[in-house]
């Protein structure tokens, strides 16, 4: 039985002061989920990991945005697993479409990333989608197919069990334009399946969510669906209001 789990991905938002604040205000919410069998993660800024580990309950996940996949060297900027692990992290989101987008981020890099961050007991949570012009053209299968293949290659079953992935379409991230539950839940089922064919073993344990203008009125319907398993969240989760509407359409 796959636990159902929110992520919130808080982007370039909020500064060390204002996750202190949302920490506090969050205390219940976060002790009602966690003990009503939900599992709760957040990913904040670099800036506020440690000020957001030292403040959460200790089965909170904690991601960062990005990871780098060498150990250390000459990459100015960047971050390697091994210093995530250092400050107890739980792991890292690879491959949001906003760093496909702005940074390059290929299928391939993502690749290492999540080996890396694997060879470190770390988890990877791998985001996936089409852009709307591929949506439109029908080509959502090919797309994530691709994303799937690539990101997950030359790995194991018992090391793919660890992965979260996250089918995000572009065209609903931050625009207010949710994919229907029916679309969400196709394309997970998908993913399952297409995860299945390479990792047998994994199939049935990965956890796969929906992310893309999910809000406290939408969540339940998709978490209600056979493959999707969670849900990650970007405005939503910025405000403690929301996120607690949302653990409550999950729970109650
Ligand atoms: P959104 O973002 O919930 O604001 O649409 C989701 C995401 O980018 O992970």
Redesign the pocket.
Known sequence: MRKKLLVG?W?MNKTIKECESFMQDGQKIFAYALTHNLDLGLAPTYLCLSTLKNNAPKEMLVFAQNVHYETNGAYTGEVSCEMLKEIYLSGSIIG???RRTYDNETSLKCNLKIKSLLNNDLIPLY?VGETEKEFDEGLTYKVIEKQIKEGLQELNDDKVKKIII?Y?PIW????GKNASTEIAENVCKFIRDKVREIYPLAAEEIRILY????KPNNIKSYLLQKDIDGA??????LKTDSFSQMVHALID
């Open positions: 991905n982007k949001h479409s906003e985001c996250a995000e609903s991230i931050g625009t992310g893309g203008s999910v990650l969240v970007g405005g939503a989760s």
